[in-house]
């Protein structure tokens, strides 16, 4: 398999943390879309915001995703990345999407340990449990419409890369991921869950 790998998922999901040991597990390269922006732009996300505006960085978020896009490499994205039609179809089109899911009141948690305010700015100016719960609804099916796969990433990062392995083995090399349909089941990464059905995902094929 040769094709990037790319992680997409809310604020809080561990794509950096599980990112790098998936990378490390596979002696593939990591990048960090968000840090490869800031880094090349010589501003955090936060000074481009204020300066440029969303739209701005929005435009620079997918100039970003295409030029740290190749063969062998595990990609971390920000979690706005799926809000442009052109960054959903571009990922499934050149790898693997993988979509690192949890509930919100996890993620709320995992940000509220680890605040990272000079990396992002708020998006809706709400305490970060509200906010993460109302973006969340609002980005959890372009998500999964994006993903090749839906992983539970509540559990330890340790634990999620041996989820995503597995998947990965599993994965015929031949397979053409440009054609195969928008993940349809979450894989739990608990030992002996059965994996859920997702009911809501659609059985149609993506061009």
Known sequence: MTQPIFLIGARGSGKTTVGQL??????????????????????????????EGWDRFRARESQALEAVTHPETVIATGGGIVLAERNRLFMRQHGIVIYLSAPAETLAARLEAFPDEGLR?????????????????????????????IVDAACPAEDVVSVIQTLLRSNDVSQDYTHSSPADKDTLCQQNHPIRENPESSPLKRA
Request: no cysteine; glycine share 2%; charged share 30%.
């Open 121 to 149: 700015p708020t998006l809706t100016g709400k305490p970060i449990s509200e906010e993460v719960r109302e973006i969340l609804e609002q980005r959890d099916a372009l998500y999964r419409e994006a993903a090749h796969h």
């Open 22 to 51: 998936l990378a490390r597990a596979r002696h593939y390269p990591f990048v960090d879309t968000d840090r490869w922006l800031q880094d090349t732009a010589q501003m955090t996300v936060a000074t481009i915001v204020e300066q």
